[in-house]
């Protein structure tokens, strides 16, 4: 007895692999508020943000006040120049003669005179003895000549002793004043510096306060520029630690056998046929 098998001659069905897709989605109102922010957001990147301009302070009043002292040079030089030509005038030798004493000649003349009172004395009193011309007057007035000569000589030495002296003392005071104006000349140009340094110092406090203002003023406009952005940071941040809700959307694909529809519809009913035939096949059993 021929039996018909399940499925009949169908070729089998092609599957295709179900797919499911889902969309998270944030609640409508919140969704909303969070779109609106992306806007602003957009907007403010859409602006091009005006930089202030990076300024520096300029020079203080008392920095070009030591500018210009600066650029004066050589200070303490007419001092050095003096005390150079005092030194190299002392080197050159004292000069005795500007020390010399101007009346030498009237005491000369004055010694001389005396020695004539007394020649005339002396002759008064030989004639007044009868021995004028004889040998005792000769060696009184030779005597006279002497001492007067020798007072000429000492009185000559003494000037030029003194004049010696002076000069010497000049010439010293000379030396050592060249020195001082040297040194004065020095200290001059030190102190010159000196006061160059302090007023660059204060101006440059000076300018280090204006440009503190500058700066200042710049992150204040900064600051002024880039705010509309720390207030959309601030409610970006609020919507991110904000409650937050989502709806889940699913959408599933079936697979379908592919072929023909009445083909498949005939196999799987001769199949059933199939089943419903051997289930119900009389039983034959075998004499003993």
């Given at each position: ?154 009185s000559m030495a003494t000037g ?93 694909s079936t697979p379908m056998a ?31």
């Open positions: 007895m021929s039996i018909f098998g399940g499925g009949g001659s169908s070729a089998p069905a092609a599957e295709v692999p179900s797919t499911t897709t889902q969309y998270l989605r944030e609640a409508p109102g919140i969704e909303e508020r969070k779109l609106g922010l992306m806007d602003i957001a957009a907007g403010l990147a859409q602006k091009p943000v005006a930089l202030p301009s990076i300024q520096t302070a300029g020079l203080g009043a008392l920095e070009q006040q030591g500018m210009t002292a600066s650029g004066v040079t050589g200070v303490g030089q007419p001092t050095v120049g003096a005390g150079i030509g005092a030194v190299q005038s002392a080197l050159g030798g004292p000069n005795i003669n500007q020390f010399l004493n101007p009346y030498q000649s009237y005491v000369t003349d004055e010694i001389t005179r005396q020695a004539q009172m007394a020649q005339n004395q002396l002759a008064g009193q030989a004639v007044g003895a009868g021995a004028f011309g004889g040998g005792r007057e000769g060696v009184q007035r030779a005597e006279i000549e002497r001492a007067r000569q020798a007072n000429i000589g000492q030029f002793q003194t004049a010696a002296n002076l000069a010497t003392q000049q010439q010293q005071l000379g030396l050592q004043g060249g020195q001082l104006l040297g040194q004065l000349g020095q200290q001059q140009q030190a102190m010159s510096q000196a006061d160059i340094n302090q007023l660059m110092a204060a101006g440059g406090l000076q300018r280090q306060l204006a440009q503190q203002a500058l700066d200042a003023q710049r992150q204040t406009q900064l600051q002024q520029a880039y705010e509309p952005y720390q207030r959309a940071e601030f409610l970006k941040n609020i919507y991110a630690a904000g409650p937050t809700s989502q709806s889940t959307i699913t959408q599933t592919t072929g023909n529809p009445l083909a498949q519809a005939a196999g799987a009913g001769l199949g059933a046929y199939a089943t419903y035939s051997m289930l119900n096949r009389p039983t034959t059993t075998a004499p003993r």
